[in-house]
């Protein structure tokens, strides 16, 4: 079915470290693609997003290219601090699925932590 | 107050009592949900209202019933409830219902002993 698939974790690195995390999507059409952290103890918020293909979505030193071709929005970022320890959730807008209803579909979360 | 606010942060709960989740929004939205954050599960969504409406209710158990009484205002009564409904219950908002922006609060971690 219609799905986000993102890599799973968890995902452990050193400060100053490059971090990717994968996220592929199906859906009908060139949804907007999103990306969202949660921060330990707190809701998720948004991190970046992007509204068509070949945009790049960035925020706090986060990127992600929107990636038609291979339908995928992977979250990048140059250089992780300790203060990057979060969950980070891929997610495609509602009713970009087929047959969707009126909800974001997210990934299942990647928790990725920063040793200093 | 600005953004999403929940009230409490944290609840225990035994089996048998009744207990209320309360939500608001500072956003001027018009949409409101409430999600259900268990470890190591998916997020799931629980409730959807647009403009005080209900508009999905993703086969939640009846025991959890939801109240919407402005568009800023979301609770979520609950009660006999399980101890596998044990999570973090997480209030969002976004400006339309279809709108794949939303403003999560910072949930209720519930305990249900």
């Known amino acids: 079915g219609d799905s986000v698939t993102q890599m799973e974790g968890p995902v452990t690195l050193s400060e100053e470290a490059f971090l990717t995390i994968n996220c592929t999507y199906t859906a009908t059409g060139y949804p907007s693609l999103f990306w969202y952290v949660q921060y330990p103890g707190e809701g998720l918020q948004l991190l970046l997003k992007?509204?068509?293909?070949?945009d790049k979505g960035s925020n706090k030193g986060f990127e992600a290219t929107y990636r038609k071709e291979t339908t995928s929005f992977h979250l990048e970022k140059g250089s992780v601090q300790v203060s990057d320890s979060a969950v980070y959730f891929c997610a495609l807008p509602p009713r970009a699925t087929q047959g969707g209803s009126e909800k974001l579909v997210f990934g299942k979360g990647t928790k990725l932590t920063v040793n200093p | 107050e600005t953004g999403v606010t929940q009230t409490p942060r944290h609840l225990v709960m035994g089996m048998t009592n009744k207990k209320s989740l309360k939500c608001e929004q500072h956003?001027?939205?018009?949409?409101m949900y409430w999600y259900k954050q268990s470890a190591k599960k998916p997020l799931e969504l629980m409730f959807v209202y647009n403009f005080k409406e209900q508009t999905e209710n993703n086969s939640v158990p009846s025991r959890f019933s939801p109240e919407c009484p402005n568009s800023s205002h979301l609770f979520l009564h609950l009660h006999t409830l399980q101890p596998e409904d044990s999570a973090l219950y997480l209030c969002?908002?976004?400006?339309?219902?279809?709108?794949?922006?939303?403003?999560f609060g910072p949930g209720t971690r519930l305990t249900v002993t």
């Open positions: 956003l001027g939205h018009n949409a």
């Open positions: 992007a509204t068509k293909a070949d």
């Open positions: 969002a908002s976004s400006e339309a219902v279809l709108a794949g922006e939303q403003y």
